[in-house]
């Protein structure tokens, strides 16, 4: 693939070009930056051809050539044709605000030659840049990742800082910072600026090869930034030492050309992922710091300003450029205002779901109509056959897709695809994905890490009590049973100790003393005054670990309330005696009695409406006596009787 993309490209060719050469490079093209245009400027200088360039205001991301340019480009040919010299002058423009008229100001800068072909090189100041060495976490899949721009729209985004905010994301904990001091007066930035960082691995975790992300943001006095024409630079250090050692590299960020006003700063941001490239999907942590002695090395190329009127477009292009960035305001703000939609009379509720739908496209209803609420302390199962539409409820309860109709509120606050008060539930519902080479307590501190939340709010050590893993926390997770990977995935659901655990199928997989223990886990949880929340098949489990059950059929509600209770829901009730076979005639003798069953010293039977009143003094009539008399307490005949034997 490298081949071709060596075959396809310029650099195929400029070796070969000898004649005068006009370069007309868009400053706004995240496809296609300015150190491409650079490069091929220095290879057909090389080779022995004369270069003009030209830098303008577009590019993919910004527009086509305006009726001005393709003059120029116009008179570059014809005096080349005609056998003159169109010279080997450098021009680029600065963008500057918008008029009152709506379109930017724009002036352009006119120097002798391209700094560093023929002449000298480009002259660069040297800017103090502040912040420590810090670490930073690449995430298991490279995922969430850092957003740096929306292709189409960057142009957009670069022009304003309120709408560079709604195309740029940096999650927490992801990246490293440095800032420069606010400047004194304007500096125009014009190419490739060039700082020296140190790169070390993690020892505790060390990753042999480090791919990161360069940006360098133009920040407000007001703190808002601007990321110039969305522009990255990836860059791998490779051969990081095991021990932690840094290893220095110069790292050159991406070309731009950027009026900084004064009492603007720089802020250099170093991640571990972005959205528009390919990263390692193993998790890592790294390290990123100043070089010692290292500055931001920023370009300034001098020359002769002349205004000029602001690129010819379609004013009607602007319009919907507008348009755009007013929907996505209105889009931001209302999902913030979504995000903060709050119900105070359910503050102290852990779960409340009203009227849940969920349809798909095809008209398939998955949940319909479901209500249920779950009280601070509660063990609640949710139990219900293949179907049923557990797993679509937990997943809107996670926020992962969107009801149809209908609303969950935890703890109050309405769920939203990345609403804040998801932080407050842990989950375990799609497998766990250990690192089989590392030990259980390493997989739970990277996990945590990735988070950005710190380090003293994971409350490890509470939530390896309540796992009750012991000292094997310390070994390989690819030593463990599945028993104790069941156990550490609860553990890791229960850092930071959410208020509410949402768990599907904990006990899959595991024996019958393994579910014992998993049973154990979830009481000691629940004991501490937060909720649980879980689906499962196994009846019997649930009967014994939930102190509620919610139970589904088809997407819709069928049965809800205190395990017991709806276990002894029904007619069916059990007597303890002292001769089974009289008790067992006598009952059968009574009207609308039956499925009578004797199981040891109990007699199990249906009495259908007759009060077991009556049936107790029906065995009495009989001469046997009755030590104990209740409800037959099996919650798989109620399930059974609700859902039906073909469920």
């Keep these: 693939s490298v081949d071709l993309l060596r075959r396809v490209s310029p650099a195929s060719v400029t070796s070969k070009i000898t004649v005068p050469t006009l370069l007309v490079q868009g400053e706004s093209d995240t496809l296609f ?9 220095r290879q057909i200088t090389a080779a022995g051809g004369k270069v003009k360039t030209i830098w303008y205001t577009g590019g993919h991301d910004g527009g086509k050539p305006g009726p001005q340019l393709r ?29 009152a008229n709506g379109t930017p100001s724009v002036r352009t800068v006119n120097a002798a030659a391209y700094p560093g072909l023929t002449g000298p090189a ?64 304007q500096v125009v930035v014009s190419g490739s600026s060039t700082v020296r960082l140190q790169v070390a691995a993690d020892p505790a975790h060390p990753q042999p090869d480090a791919v990161l992300f360069a940006k360098l943001y133009d920040v407000g006095q007001d703190g808002s930034r601007v990321l110039p024409a969305n522009a990255i630079a990836p860059f791998r250090v490779s051969g990081l030492p095991a021990d932690g050692t840094p290893v220095e590299v110069t790292v050159t960020l991406p070309g731009i050309v950027r009026p900084i006003e004064g009492g603007h700063s720089l802020r250099l941001v170093v991640g571990t992922t972005d959205q528009a490239f390919a990263a390692p999907a193993a998790p890592a942590v790294f390290r990123v710091g100043l070089a010692a002695g290292t500055a931001l090395a920023v370009p300034i190329v001098p020359g002769t300003s002349v205004g000029s009127p602001a690129p010819v477009g379609q004013l009607v292009g602007i319009g919907v450029t507008l348009a755009i960035g007013l929907a996505a305001v209105l889009f931001a703000a209302l999902r913030r205002r979504r995000a903060t939609d709050a119900d105070p009379e359910l503050a102290a509720t852990p779960l409340v779901i009203e009227g849940l739908r969920k349809q798909y496209a095809g008209g398939f209803v998955a949940v319909k109509d479901l209500s249920f609420r779950v009280e601070p302390g509660q063990v609640l199962g949710l139990l219900g056959p293949n179907g049923a539409g557990k797993t679509t409820t937990l997943r809107m309860l996670m926020g992962l897709i969107t009801p149809t109709a209908g609303s969950i509120r935890v703890f109050g606050h309405k769920i ?6 998801l932080s407050r539930i842990g989950s375990f519902v799609e497998g766990s994905g250990f690192l089989p080479h590392l030990s259980g307590r390493a997989n739970l501190e990277l996990y945590w890490a990735a988070t950005g939340r710190p380090a003293e709010k994971a409350h490890f050590a509470e939530a390896l009590e309540i796992a009750g893993l012991g000292n094997a926390v310390e070994r390989r997770v690819r030593t463990y049973s599945q028993g104790m990977r069941q156990r550490l995935a609860i553990a890791q659901a229960m850092l930071g100790l959410p208020e509410l655990m949402v768990l599907d199928e904990p006990t899959n997989g595991l024996d019958p003393p393994q579910i014992h223990q998993m049973r154990e886990v979830l009481k000691r949880y629940a004991a501490t005054g937060r909720t649980v ?39 069916e009730a059990t007597f303890r005696v002292d001769d089974p076979a009289a008790a067992a005639a006598a ?5 609308g009695v039956t499925d009578v069953d004797v199981e040891g010293e109990l007699v199990h039977a249906n009495l259908g409406e007759l009060p077991r009143a009556e049936g107790v003094a029906a065995l009495v009539r009989a001469g046997v006596a009755v030590e104990q008399a209740g409800p037959r307490r099996r919650l798989e005949d109620a399930f059974l009787q609700l859902v039906g034997e073909e469920s």
Aim: aromatic fraction near 4%; hydrophobic fraction near 40%; charge should be negative.
């Design 33 to 41: 930056g300015l150190d491409q245009s650079d490069a091929n400027a």
């Design 71 to 99: 003059a120029k480009i116009g008179d570059f040919l014809k005096t080349a044709l005609d056998g003159g010299d169109p010279g080997t002058g450098f021009s680029y423009d600065v963008q500057g605000t918008l008029r």
């Design 122 to 185: 480009t002259e660069r100041r040297l800017l103090a840049l502040n912040g420590p060495a810090q670490p930073v976490v690449r995430p298991a899949g490279a995922n969430p990742a850092a957003v740096s721009g929306i292709p189409g729209l960057n142009g957009v985004a670069s022009s304003s800082s309120r709408l560079g905010a709604l195309f740029s994301n940096d999650p927490p904990g992801q990246a490293a910072q440095f800032a420069t001091a606010p400047f004194d007066g």
């Design 416 to 421: 939203t695809p990345g609403a804040p008060v």
């Design 533 to 571: 929340v879980v689906s499962s098949h196994l009846l019997a489990e649930v009967e014994q670990t939930c102190t509620h059950v919610v139970v589904m059929h088809r997407g819709s509600l069928v049965a809800s309330g205190e395990v017991g209770e709806l276990a002894a829901a029904g007619g």
């Design 587 to 591: 009952l059968k003798a009574l009207s």
